[in-house]
């Protein structure tokens, strides 16, 4: 059975329909208590004809002059296994004890079920349905800090309530909290029923607007919740000492509550609470909605209105409001926090209004606009944001929120319309509307631009400012040469000529005299067979580079090459040495000259258009041999081969396939191999008819040089799960993942782990990549995809950096070069060359990029992109601040990169309604801001999303999160 203690005081206007909806129960198995507090009204009477009608009804008085002892009356004489407080101005759904009930029986170890509850407002309007959801998670540590559940709206177990001691009649407000904090200290579970169940009458004579009493109440309460109770007998262990504090402070807490009792006063158009109760509120960007939403609240009780009256009634309120949300800026010393809580605030309003007529809020205008027939519109001072419905016939076709930093002309408003509202919705019976404004549109573009009082004329100023700022710096602006790159062994065409002199257009293009080459060469020289050697060829000598070291080691030397153009640079490089020719040949087509004592064939066989030609060529190096010659072979391991070890991922075969053809074309034998993990050289020897064929000799060498950049990129250690060419031709998909970093550093504060990874970390995850198939794209390649909804082919990635680190060019960078990918690093314009001031409070600035930095991996092919000027986060900017950053930001990574900058990432990844369409017109087309997941067709090029890779998440979580993409195709 369910008692129910309904005390009541003067409730001759409320009392009936609380007692009917005890009536409309569908559980029958309950008893109500009604304590009649001393009631001058007709309160007793109407109390009288419910206990006449029905035996479920008893009643008493009170025994004290307060809700709390009437209650505590009620409890002494309950008689059911749980308990129910019904005041006499709230009412419950027919369906409340049957639903709570049920749910408690689920759980027999459960202390209280609670439900959902909604507010009636004196003109019977109600408000949404509110729930706590973390009541259910965290009982104690929700009730230490804020009544999250409302007297009516639940069912507890009575025994329990008995022990605690019943409700503290000591205090007028805040009672009902108390006790429930009491309950929750306990550690026993609590139910939530996910309905709105419960129904509360807020009036003008409601103890909640007492706000001073509730404050006092409130300190009361709120102090218990953050120590020892020893009302509580037998408290859960975790919370005999109090709340943690780690998880929100007492005096954040009483903060929390006087934000919502001044929010409540200033919708009765009052100031009674002291500003120096919010000081305890935290300023941060993230707490700026849950504010606002505290004051929206507030607002709600205070005036007596649902969320769908608050903006109509802006002016009763709009005086008191905007002092407090001043104070709360001046408290903070943070004009930007209070300007983001009044647009978070101004945004709320009008999203529960339908503008029925213009709503001026204290940053933001709402109106209606005529979708056909547009006129323009004066800001009026203060207001810097429009929020506007767009209307045909009365009836709401779109919404649009913008940044305005001027007159919004009619001109500005068809843009927004042909944006917006389809063409056929403007059709009227008289023509195409929707064509009358797009000729209008495009015939005065440049016209209202040039209207200083508009937004697009004030835009055009910021940008002339931003253009003088840039200029003025003293950052060179020279155009970049385009990044240069290795050809690889597939862009070859037919005519082979041609396609070398093209590739030795550029002098030294495999830069053969590096470490690496130069080992190689040393090795191939250590192979040489013993003894004189008299007649030697070179063939593919390139540039002459290792002709010089070889000349002295033989007899007599013809070098060659297919090209004309690197023979005659071998020939200027060897012309003071006697004992070497030069000649062009085509050692596929021509023929070679016979009776060589010596033929080196060195990093060229992968040309070859297949192994059937590779065979061929093969018995012509037998055939130009003389008997005993040898055959010096050197090249490096390629994927293609075997994917399973370190390779080249070329697109041809390599020295395994080599190494095999040579060794069984008829009359060759291997006599001697250095092997290395990239490479290997073998030394052939041409059988002479007596001899006889011995165990070559093999040797594993480590590979000592440091290996440049043009030779890592193209190298998968460890072998590779796909290959690029292989899932280019296989694989086409709708999404990728966009990965977003920040920092890749060995140390630094510990408070910003999360977003620094180690550069062995990153290196793992680059090379997983890189092993499994993906190759790097930008931004501009997903805007192209996007725009023209083209499946990606393959496996793309776009990698990003937000902040612009300097660690991102000391250990990022070298390790993307190696992998052969790239990314876009988003700058933080105005402090290029400073530090991370941003993050000063979590420990030491990690230092940025310098422009001349920026500059250097520009050429070397990275990328850059806004992260705006300052990393303020966006939502606490002035349009006409927000403007400036997006313009100048921009010009200056133009600037510096030599490269039109098109994309942008807003700081904190917070952004807002406004930001898309005003980057737009302050010249970028893609976006990234708070949304999380992969990017695919059906984004929206201005706000895709991203993943964030975290830094203290293992390389088998990021794994797993790239995996699970791929099966998703």
Request: net charge negative.
């Amino acid at each position: 059975m369910v008692s129910i203690v309904v005390p009541a005081h003067n409730a001759e206007a409320t009392l009936a329909r609380a007692l009917d909806s005890l009536l409309d129960q569908e559980m029958v198995d309950w008893e109500a208590i009604i304590i009649d507090d001393a009631s001058t009204d007709r309160t007793p009477a109407i109390i009288a004809g419910y206990v006449e009608h029905d035996a479920r009804f008893r009643t008493l008085g009170s025994c004290g002059h307060s809700a709390a002892a009437g209650r505590n009356c009620g409890i002494s004489t309950a008689r059911g296994r749980w308990l129910m407080f019904l005041d006499a101005d709230d009412w419950v759904d027919a369906s409340f004890l049957a639903k709570m009930l049920a749910a408690l029986k689920t759980a027999p170890d459960a202390v209280a079920a609670y439900c959902g509850s909604r507010r009636m407002m004196p003109d019977g309007e109600l408000t949404p349905s509110s729930i706590a959801t973390e009541v259910a998670i965290q009982p104690f540590e929700t009730f230490a800090r804020r009544c999250a559940v409302g007297t009516h709206a639940l069912l507890v177990d009575r025994e329990t309530i008995v022990e605690l001691g019943g409700f503290d009649a000591s205090l007028r407000t805040c009672e009902d909290w108390d006790l429930w904090q009491r309950l929750a200290r306990l550690g026993k579970r609590w139910l939530m029923v996910d309905e709105p169940l419960a129904f509360h009458r807020t009036g003008p004579n409601s103890l909640t607007r007492n706000s001073t009493q509730m404050l006092v109440d409130a300190e009361i309460v709120i102090a218990r919740g953050f120590s020892p109770d020893p009302r509580v007998k037998h408290p859960a262990s975790a919370h005999a000492n109090g709340a943690i504090e780690a998880n929100g402070t007492a005096a954040e807490a009483l903060a929390w509550f006087a934000l919502w009792n001044s929010a409540s006063d200033c919708g009765r158009g009052l100031r009674s609470i002291n500003p120096q109760f919010l000081r305890a509120l935290p300023a941060g960007r993230k707490w700026a909605r849950e504010i606002a939403r505290v004051v929206f609240d507030g607002l709600m009780v205070g005036s007596l209105s649902v969320p769908t009256q608050l903006a109509a009634r802006w002016d009763r309120f709009a005086g008191p409001l905007t002092e407090l949300i001043a104070d709360l800026g001046k408290v903070w010393d943070d004009p930007v926090a209070c300007r983001r809580v009044q647009y978070h605030l101004d945004q709320m309003l009008l999203d529960c209004d339908d503008l029925a007529a213009p709503r001026r809020l204290a940053r933001i205008l709402g109106i209606r606009v005529d979708a056909r027939n547009p006129t323009p519109i004066e800001l009026p001072e203060g207001i810097d944001q429009i929020y506007a419905y767009l209307t045909i016939d009365g009836r709401i076709e779109a919404r649009v929120q913008f940044g305005a930093l001027g007159k919004v002309t009619r001109r500005h408003w068809i843009e927004l319309i042909l944006d917006l509202v389809p063409p056929e919705r403007l059709a009227t019976q008289e023509g195409a509307a929707s064509e009358m404004f797009a000729a209008e549109a495009s015939a005065s573009m440049a016209g209202h631009r040039s209207d200083p009082d508009s937004h697009f004329g004030e835009l055009a100023r910021l940008a002339a400012e931003a253009q003088r700022l840039v200029r003025s710096s003293a950052e060179p602006a020279e155009p970049l040469a385009a990044p240069r790159r290795k050809p690889a062994a597939d862009d070859r065409d037919d005519d082979r000529t041609s396609f070398w002199d093209r590739h030795f257009a550029t002098e030294d293009p495999w830069k053969y005299g590096s470490p690496y080459e130069q080992e190689k060469y040393e090795r191939q020289l250590q192979i040489l067979p013993a003894g004189p050697i008299g007649r030697a060829l070179e063939l593919a000598c390139a540039e002459g580079h290792f002709t010089r070291q070889l000349a002295p080691c033989v007899g007599h030397l013809t070098a060659t090459d297919i090209s004309a153009v690197a023979i005659e640079r071998a020939r200027a490089r060897c012309s003071n040495l006697p004992n070497v020719e030069f000649g062009v040949l085509d050692l596929a087509a021509d023929t070679l000259p016979g009776e060589m004592n010596l033929i080196v064939c060195s990093e060229v066989l992968y040309y070859l258009d297949d192994l059937a030609e590779l065979r061929r060529v093969a018995k012509k190096l037998v055939e130009a041999l003389a008997p005993g010659g040898s055959l010096i072979s050197a090249h490096a391991f390629v994927l293609r081969d075997n994917v399973e070890r370190t390779g080249f991922d070329w697109n041809t075969f390599g020295a395994q396939a080599i190494l095999e053809t040579l060794a069984a074309t008829e009359g060759l034998v291997l006599e001697q191999s250095i092997q290395t993990e990239l490479y290997r050289i073998d030394r052939f020897r041409r059988l002479s008819p007596d001899d006889v064929a011995t165990e070559p000799m093999i040797d594993h060498v480590p590979i000592r040089a440091p290996i440049g950049i043009g030779v890592a990129r193209n190298i998968v250690w460890g072998g590779a799960r796909a290959l690029r060419r292989d899932v280019a031709r296989s694989e086409r998909r709708q999404r990728i993942p966009v990965l977003m970093y920040h920092g890749v550093s060995e140390d630094g504060p510990a408070a910003l782990a999360r977003f620094r990874l180690t550069p062995a970390a990153f290196g793992s995850q680059m090379s997983w990549l890189r092993a499994n198939g993906f190759h790097a794209i930008m931004s501009e390649q997903l805007e192209s995809a996007v725009a023209n909804r083209r499946p990606f082919v393959g496996r793309p990635v776009l990698i990003t950096f937000d902040d612009g680190f300097q660690n991102f060019a000391d250990h990022a960078w070298p390790i993307l070069r190696a992998n052969d990918l790239t990314a876009e690093v988003f700058l933080v314009t105005d402090l290029v060359g400073e530090s991370a001031r941003w993050d000063a409070d979590s420990g030491s600035p990690t230092p940025l990029m310098d422009a001349g930095t920026v500059r250097r991996l520009a050429g070397e092919g990275a990328f850059f992109g806004s992260h705006l000027a300052t990393h303020r986060a966006i939502d606490g900017l002035s349009s006409s601040d927000l403007a400036a950053e997006l313009l100048r930001s921009r010009m200056f990574i133009e600037r510096w990169t030599g490269r039109p900058t098109a994309a942008f990432a807003a700081p904190f990844s917070v952004t807002d309604r406004r930001l898309g369409r005003l980057a737009k017109e302050c010249g970028y087309r893609i976006g990234f801001g708070g949304r999380h997941g992969p990017a695919d067709l059906d984004c929206d090029p201005i706000d895709l999303p991203r993943i964030e890779v975290r830094g203290d998440r293992s390389l088998d979580d990021f794994v797993a999160r790239i995996e699970a993409m791929l099966e998703e195709r």
